[in-house]
């Protein structure tokens, strides 16, 4: 069985920090793409931040220069440091593992159930 299990959201002040996590188990966490998307209360959920199997890196526009995306291949485990956090910040982080395997061809995806993330000005 695949869980995604994310941690560390909470409340913050503007200006502060978090680190969340998002432990996987029942896959091989190494060669799947991973990536944190958030949704905000009536908005569309919209990518964060994401890693390749190889750690190449990507930000959505909201993340770049504040938040960091990382993996422990070792731990199976995704993070996302986020810094300099805004009250827009505030949202659902949701942790998403994706693969497209070959034989047969076929895109595997998965999902964490999501941590709250409330930043106060």
């Known amino acids: 069985q695949v869980q995604l299990v994310e941690s560390g959201g909470g409340l913050v002040q503007a200006g502060g920090s978090l680190r969340l996590s998002c432990a996987a188990s029942g896959i091989n966490f190494s060669i799947y793409a991973m990536t944190w998307y958030r949704q905000a209360p009536g908005k569309q959920r919209e990518l964060v931040a994401g890693?390749?199997?190889?750690?190449?890196?990507n930000y959505g526009d909201s993340a770049k220069g504040r938040f960091t995306i990382s993996r422990d291949n070792a731990k199976d485990t995704l993070y996302l440091q986020m810094n300099s956090l805004k009250p827009e910040d505030t949202a659902v982080y949701y942790c998403?593992?994706?693969?497209?395997?070959?034989?047969?061809?076929?895109?595997?995806?998965?999902w964490g159930q999501g941590t709250q993330v409330t930043v106060s000005s």
């Open positions: 998403n593992a994706g693969r497209q395997f070959n034989f047969p061809a076929q895109y595997r995806e998965y």
């Open positions: 890693i390749s199997s190889s750690s190449t890196t």
